[in-house]
Each structure stands twice: as C-alpha cells, then as structure tokens.
C-alpha cells in the first residue's frame, strides 16, 4: 500500500515540491554561508520525494547551532512552507482518494519548520526509498 501511495504521491506533486527543495538547497550550497540550509532542504527534498514509508525524528545530538539555525530557517523560509503545506494539504483532502497526500502534506510541516537537528528514517516493516538508509 505504501508504494502504491508513493507513486501516486509522486505522480500528484511530490516530484515538484522534491525539485522545488532541489533548487533551494542548490542555491543555497551556492551560498557558502548558507549551507546548512542547503543540507536541510536536499533532505526534506529527499523526504519529499517518497514520504510513506519514512518519519522525521530529532536527533539527540542536536545542539544550539541547530536552534540558532532553525530560528533564522523560521523567519526566512519556514512559515512560507508551512503555510504552503498546509493550504496543499486541506486541497488534496477534498478527494477521499487525497486524504493520504494531504496527510503527508501535515507531515511535512514540522520539518518544514525546524529542519536542522533532524533525521529520516525507514520506519520499520515500512517500505522506504531503496536501501532503506538513515538521511542525515
């Protein structure tokens, strides 16, 4: 079921919003000073791409440079993705078919939020991207 709803999450905008992550983390790996955020959006781009089947968890050995650097991704990018998550998500649970997009849209709302200090992983007996491997 999950790889169904990967390809059709795929099909139905993931692909986009992946390539959209794609570009700011280009630019912003462009941008010597910015390269955390480049990692952070290359890694919800990766999230982004195949969903079902992963979760976003806090890493333990998060310190404050990730505060500091969340504080600063919030007021530049992170409720402008917030909000657009949340608008694409109430727009795909319109269709009984998009209630499970639309979820996945709410799921990436917190990372969108904080990205640094977090990690994805397989969840398990969950069918994840191939190799199941831990994004950090």
Known sequence: ????????????????????????AVICCILIVTIPFGIASARIALF?????GREIVRRGDAGAASTVGNVIWFVFFGWWLALGHLFTGIAMC???IGIP????????????????????????????????????
Do not use: C, D, H
């Open 94 to 96: 319109i269709t009984i």
């Open 48 to 52: 982004a791409l195949w969903p079902f």
């Open 1 to 24: 079921m999950r790889v169904a709803l990967n390809v059709i999450w795929l099909i139905f905008g993931g692909l986009w919003l992946a390539l959209g992550y794609l570009v700011a």
């Open 101 to 136: 997009l639309g979820l996945a849209n709410f799921k990436l709302i917190p990372v969108s939020f904080t990205p640094l200090g977090r990690e994805i992983r397989a969840i398990p007996g969950g069918v994840a991207a191939p190799g199941q491997f831990v994004v950090r």
